[in-house]
């Protein structure tokens, strides 16, 4: 049950103000779209971003959302705010509905791997996995961006953890040679990360 998109404006101005427990209880109590439309409006391109970020493809990612969000709609009256966060029950249900999922592929193709199964925290913040996921993606293609050169010192003093001193020694470079590289591929991913 995907609803219209009236109110996307609004939603992305008041999206760190809403009472998440509030428009869960309006749904659960009264059936209320307008409620259920800012929820499926916030959380629909979270768990879409998360359901990805594990492998999944996007039409798998679709699915899951569409699944998600009936089953929050359905069982809005089992949700508990002195239990849990909203955003935890609706990611709990997201990786219970993602393991569903696996398990009937896994009936059709027999074909599972380990890595499809979120294996992960209970307390774990879904949003803070997906904005590291987001980051690290960022980095790593910035970092591929750099010229060989810079690329390489980056890693061994960042990667590493080895000093400019011994970058210098490894490479057979002058010390300032290393601190320059440093200092400009640094320049250029914070240029290229905004």
Known sequence: M??????SAVINEADSQRDWAELMHKVAEHSD???????????????KAFAQSKYASEAEADELVQEVMLKVWNKAAGYKSGKAAVSTWIYT?????????????????????????WLEDENA??????????????????????????KLIIQKTYMEGKSHTE???????????????????????QILLG
């Open 2 to 7: 995907k609803p219209q998109r009236k109110h």
């Open 33 to 47: 779209r307008a409620a259920y439309s800012l929820l499926f409006e916030h959380f629909a391109p979270r768990i």
């Open 93 to 117: 249900i997201a990786r219970n509905s993602r393991i569903d999922m696996l398990r009937r592929q896994q009936k059709q193709m027999n074909d599972v791997c380990a890595d499809d199964v």
């Open 125 to 150: 913040d879904p949003f803070a996995e997906v904005q590291l996921k987001r980051s690290q993606r960022s980095i790593h293609e910035t970092l591929d961006s750099l010229p060989p050169d810079q």
């Open 167 to 189: 970058v210098a020694k490894e490479l057979d470079l002058p010390l300032g040679t290393v601190k320059g590289r440093v200092r400009l591929a640094l320049k250029k991913m």
